[in-house]
């Protein structure tokens, strides 16, 4: 059975299915929660009905983020810290050719102190210490200095894989580089079999385009809540 006859869409929660699934190893949460390891991320979902339960989660601090058709209500011990309306979006139409570009090149363990240098920077999204190993990253160098990097996250399913971690330094954006990253990346996922997916903040528009013109298309609106310990 493949991703799109499931009973319930992966993508609807793909924080959910992703620990639950492809990614279950990276889970540390118990019962009705699945917590990715925070060296990785804040990421978490919750089985419906047992919210309450993610609580435990910040009981020493923190904040949990879950990405969901809509808000998460704060339980009790809970506050929400703030609340994002996404676009999901998804390439599923048939690709372009692509032609590897010999300055776009891998990254990894040797380059993360610049990779994370650039991802605090920017905020593409949550950035933790592990966030390089969910999968392959590429960057382009400018005069010997990390000017932009793309790579993925989440695989809600075997068939599925997100874009993310898409930056680049303020002084070298309109150059195309953002757009040359992401189709790299798709290129890798859709040799491997992948659709590639991502998300982008609802009033982003720019980046909205741009991902239209790289073949992505809008799926559904999606709210990533973020929450922390009830002061």
Known sequence: MTWQHLPENPLDRPMWHALGGPQAALDVGQGPLRRIDPAYGPFAGCAPGHEQALARLVADGGEVWLVEPDEVAPPS????????PLLQMIADGEPEPYALEADILPLGEANVAEMTELALATEPGPWGPSTWRYGQFYGIRIDGRLAAMAGERMRPAPGLAEVSGVCTWPEFRGRGLAARLI????????????????????????????????????????????????E
Request: net charge positive; charged share 25%.
């Open 77 to 84: 011990g809970m506050r929400l810290v703030r609340s994002a």
């Open 183 to 230: 189709r790299r990346v798709m290129a890798e996922q859709r040799a491997r079999g992948d659709v590639p997916y991502l998300h982008s903040y609802a009033g982003n528009a720019g980046a909205i385009r741009l991902y239209e013109n790289l073949g992505f298309r809008a799926r559904r609106a999606m709210v990533a809540t973020i929450l922390g310990k009830a």
